[in-house]
């Protein structure tokens, strides 16, 4: 059985009603598809830690608060994921790719033109469903 990795995840939506979206570098697992930004949960950090400390290294965002919105795991055939998902709707600077990303604020009725990793499939229905 291989590990589950822990990962912080941000649905964070601005105040026109549209949600970040960043494209994950080709080289990296799942790379070429769109992702609510986020990362590896570390040892002796917690899911909000590592949702703030993540949010701030690859999009520049200060999260104020957020709040737990979903928890999915997923195997990949290469990797076992667990995807801790919170909603940000409270925080402050200018979204920015820190990590020469592409990123786009994207209007939630546009989410469905978005290639997402196979995990993310049903955070795109909890958001259409619940959010709009
Ligand atoms: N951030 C994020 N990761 C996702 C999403 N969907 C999904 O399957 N994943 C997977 C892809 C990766 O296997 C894993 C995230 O790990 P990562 O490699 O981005 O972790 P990280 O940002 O800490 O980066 P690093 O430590 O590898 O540098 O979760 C999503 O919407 N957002
Ligand atoms: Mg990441």
């Known amino acids: 059985m291989q590990k589950r990795i822990h990962v912080a995840v941000g649905v964070i939506i601005n105040q026109h009603q549209q949600i970040l979206l960043a494209k994950r ?48 795991s997923h195997n990949y055939p290469d990797k076992h994921v ?26 939630f009725s546009q989410l469905v033109d978005y290639d997402f990793p196979e995990a993310n499939k049903p955070i795109v229905d909890k958001i259409l469903s619940e959010l709009t």
Request: charged residues 30%.
């Open 25 to 72: 570098h080709g080289h990296l697992h799942q790379g070429g598809k769109w992702e609510f930004p986020g990362g590896k949960v570390e040892e002796n950090e917690t899911v909000t830690e590592a949702l703030i400390r993540e949010l701030k290294e690859e999009v520049n965002l200060d999260v104020v608060s957020s709040s737990p919105f979903m928890d999915i």
């Open 82 to 107: 667990r995807l801790d998902i919170h909603l940000v709707t409270d925080f402050s600077n200018e979204a920015k790719g820190m990590e020469q990303q592409q990123i786009e604020w994207v209007p």
